[in-house]
Every structure is written in structure tokens, then in C-alpha cells.
């Protein structure tokens, strides 16, 4: 996963500017799972703030044509990557669909949402990955409607090795704006945090599951 370094850091700028990620090692958030984490990402709040949506779908646009030229149905992943998805698709004039975490329980018993015809070439739009589980279901999802997964765009990335591990078995190229090591490292310069948060936010990474803080 190769990332353009002028288009992370400043994603991690807007992103640290919106308050769609949070960082606060002293006083950690805690996750579904059960981890302390010193960082909390919604990027959903992006939606709210029209000249940074503009700027990460346009970026979104632009790598999705640079690596794929134009593909057939952009799929965004339910819930946090609706919206975007929706953005990104209108932007290059494709057809949109979403794929929820299960199937609709009543109605059609829907998983994908919107019309996929088969062996349609997909381009999958997502908000932030962190072990990577729920994007990979959705992908999943996609192929056994006979779509061709040409690879996943994300908006932000904690880069754990086990997400990239599940990435690397599910043959799924994952592509994102920007990533934990640039907003911490925008954050330093930008003295959005202290040497001491600096020092435990790096910590955490090393060992998110089982980091505490000081």
C-alpha cells in the first residue's frame, strides 16, 4: 500500500481539523473490542463540512481513475462509507450501490443495496479500516453476486499488521488517503499534541491490544 505523502498529510490535516479523529492518549477511548485506544476516527463527520467532502472525494475520484481507469459500479460499505461512496460515484458518473454487514431480516432479504449486474468490475469505497473483518465481508458479499473486486478505497488506515495480513489473504488491494503514521506525524509538527502524547500514541501502536495508559 503505497501512499502520496502530499495527499496524506494534508487529509490528516483536514481530518485532525474537523475533529473527525480524536486524539487523547491520557484519557483513551474504548473500543467495541475492548482495547484502550488514544485515537477515536468518524470520518463520517466529513459529510457535514461541503469544502473537505469535496476535497476527499475528489481525491477518492482521482486515485480510483489513476488506478482503474473508469470501473463499472462504485459500492460503498455500510454505514460510515454511504455517503462518500455515494459522492465518489456521482463525481465520476457511475452507478452506486452499498453492501450492509448482514442481509435485511424482512423485505427482500437484501445484502447489496442498488442494482449490481453480474461481473460488474467494482471499485469498493470505505471510511477507515482497522482489522480490515467487516470491509472484507463486504467484498466477499460483492463476489458472490459475480462482481470482479478491482480493489478497495479507504479514506484512513491504522495500518495494523493483521489487517493488512486478512488484505493480503483475501487478495484484496487496499489503497487509502491517508494513515495513523501521518496524522500522528501531522499532529506532532502541528503541536496538536505534546511529546508525551507523541511518545504514547506511538506505543499504542506497537501494541494496541494490550496498551494502557501511563
Known amino acids: 500500500m503505497v501512499l502520496d505523502k502530499d495527499t496524506a498529510s494534508k487529509t490528516a490535516e483536514l481530518l485532525l481539523q474537523i475533529n473527525a479523529i480524536k486524539l487523547r492518549p ?13 485515537i477515536y476516527c ?7 463540512y461541503p469544502q473537505i467532502r469535496n476535497f476527499v472525494r475528489q481525491e477518492m475520484a482521482r486515485k480510483i481513475e489513476d488506478l482503474y481507469g473508469k470501473p463499472d459500479v462504485i459500492a460503498g460499505v455500510a454505514t460510515g ?21 448482514e442481509a435485511k431480516s424482512h423485505g427482500r432479504q437484501n445484502k447489496i443495496e442498488g442494482y ?10 470505505e471510511d477507515l479500516i482497522s482489522t480490515g473483518k467487516s470491509s472484507l465481508n463486504a467484498v466477499r458479499a460483492l463476489l ?10 479507504a479514506i484512513f488506515s491504522y495500518g495494523f499488521d493483521l489487517a493488512l495480513k486478512n488484505f493480503e489473504k483475501e487478495e484484496v488491494v487496499l489503497h487509502t488517503l491517508t494513515d495513523y503514521e501521518h496524522v500522528i506525524n501531522q499532529a506532532s509538527v502541528t503541536n496538536y499534541i505534546k511529546e508525551e502524547q507523541l511518545k504514547m500514541l506511538l506505543e499504542w501502536r506497537d501494541n494496541p491490544s494490550e496498551w494502557q495508559p501511563n
Open 26 to 38: 491520557e484519557n483513551p477511548f474504548t473500543w467495541a473490542s475492548g482495547w484502550n485506544s488514544p
Open 144 to 153: 458472490e453476486a459475480g462482481a470482479q473486486v478491482k480493489g478497495m478505497i
Open 116 to 125: 449490481l449486474e453480474g461481473n460488474s468490475n467494482v471499485v469498493v469505497i
Open 81 to 101: 462509507a454511504i455517503g462518500m461512496g455515494a459522492l465518489v460515484a456521482e463525481q465520476l458518473g457511475l452507478p452506486f450501490v452499498y453492501v450492509r454487514p
Open 42 to 48: 468518524d470520518n463520517r463527520i466529513i459529510l457535514s
